[in-house]
Every structure is written in structure tokens, then in C-alpha cells.
């Protein structure tokens, strides 16, 4: 195959020869796939958070987030997963309101993560061994639903287009692990969109960890 430009005196110039394109070649065909994962099992599904009242103004800045997170702790495995935190993180999470100093819930975030021009509530949740747990919460006719659910020890956490991006270091210098998780409408989740071997990004901020 020829390729073909103009000089500048717009004459025809060759590009010379390019590979042609080759179709995939399956490997063992005749083996036997995997099997597909059971719908619901290891994703993110939405999931109201009992004992956290309505927010009828439709604006989940009005939902407590001390009574979020502690509801969303006791729920627990109820509500399909979540971090299991030691004893002394759930001690720090129920001092939160006399302790701030020692409380392990970051500052919240709010932004619109759907796309329908309404902020949704970002949790992180400090662990002593240097993990973040994240949560994000939306609100489904007032009540306040869990829409991710993840856990990492990221290097930064960013917001991209709608996108939570997560960088967590490597085994391999120079390296990063860079984690997106995107709005899905059909399963209404923060779904993990893509994960990938990055370059490490040397301006990063490390994320201040909490005494």
C-alpha cells in the first residue's frame, strides 16, 4: 500500500510502503472460556443507606456527613461490601464530632459526577495503614444512595470530566498505577472504566495523612 503526499508545488510525493494491517490470531481456540462473573457479584451497586433522613431540597450538601459515613459503617456488609475497619478507625469515626483533630474523614467533596448538574457527595476515609476508603453518594429520589465504593492507597485523587481518577505507586520505579472510574447510567454506578501502567508523575502532591 502507497501513500501519497503533495510537494510544495503540490506535486504527488510517496511515502513509501506501509504494513498491512494483520486480524488478531486467537491462541488455543479450542480452549474453554472462562466463565462470565454472576451480575452483581464484585460491582459497585447502588444502594440507599438506611438511617440517613431524606434530603427532600434535592441538594446532598444538606445530608449530615458524620450521620452518612456512621450509617454507612453500620450498615456494613448489608449494603454488598464496604471496608471493614479496625476497631481503632471506628473509634476515631464515632469520636469525629469531639475530636476533630483525630477524626480520619477527610474534608467532603462535592461534585457533579452524573452529569445532571447536581453536586454528589465524596467521602475518603483515612486508615492507619495509609489507605484511603472512598465513597460516593448521590441522591435517588431524596435518599441518599451509595453509588461507589473503592478502596486504594493513592497518591492523588482527582477529578477529570466527571471521572475519579486514583494514581497509586508500583512495585516498578518510575512507575504509577493510574485507576478511572466513570458514571455508568445502566448500572447507575461509578464504574471502573480503565486501569493502566502510567508513567509516574514526579508533581503529584502526596495526600496529608491525618495524626
Known amino acids: 500500500m502507497l501513500l501519497s503526499g503533495c510537494t510544495d508545488r503540490g506535486e504527488p510525493l510517496s511515502a513509501g510502503h ?17 466463565p462470565q462473573p454472576e ?28 450521620t452518612v459515613v456512621k450509617a454507612q459503617t453500620a450498615a ?19 469520636a469525629c464530632a469531639t475530636q476533630p483533630a483525630r477524626c480520619p474523614v477527610r474534608t467532603p467533596q462535592y461534585r457533579d459526577l452524573t452529569g445532571d448538574g447536581k453536586a454528589e457527595l465524596i467521602v475518603g476515609i483515612e486508615t492507619p495503614d495509609q489507605s484511603l476508603a472512598l465513597w460516593v453518594f ?8 451509595r453509588i461507589m465504593d473503592a478502596g486504594a492507597t493513592p497518591l492523588s485523587v482527582e477529578i ?7 494514581r497509586e505507586p508500583t512495585g516498578t520505579p518510575g512507575y504509577d498505577t493510574r485507576t478511572v472510574y466513570a458514571w455508568d447510567p445502566r448500572t447507575r454506578t461509578m464504574a471502573l472504566r480503565s486501569m493502566e501502567f502510567d508513567q509516574a508523575d514526579s508533581a503529584a502532591p502526596v495526600p496529608k495523612r491525618t495524626p
Open 76 to 94: 456494613g456488609s448489608s449494603l454488598g461490601g464496604g471496608p471493614q475497619f479496625d476497631s481503632a478507625t471506628m473509634r476515631r469515626i464515632r
Open 160 to 166: 477529570a470530566n466527571g471521572d475519579l481518577i486514583l
Open 138 to 145: 448521590t441522591l435517588d429520589h431524596g435518599r441518599v444512595t
Open 39 to 66: 451480575r452483581g457479584k464484585g460491582e459497585n451497586l447502588p444502594a440507599a443507606v438506611p438511617g440517613v433522613p431524606p434530603v427532600p431540597s434535592g441538594d446532598i450538601r444538606a445530608a449530615r456527613l458524620l
Open 18 to 34: 506501509t504494513p498491512a494491517a494483520a486480524a488478531p490470531v486467537r491462541l488455543w481456540p479450542e480452549r474453554t472460556p472462562a
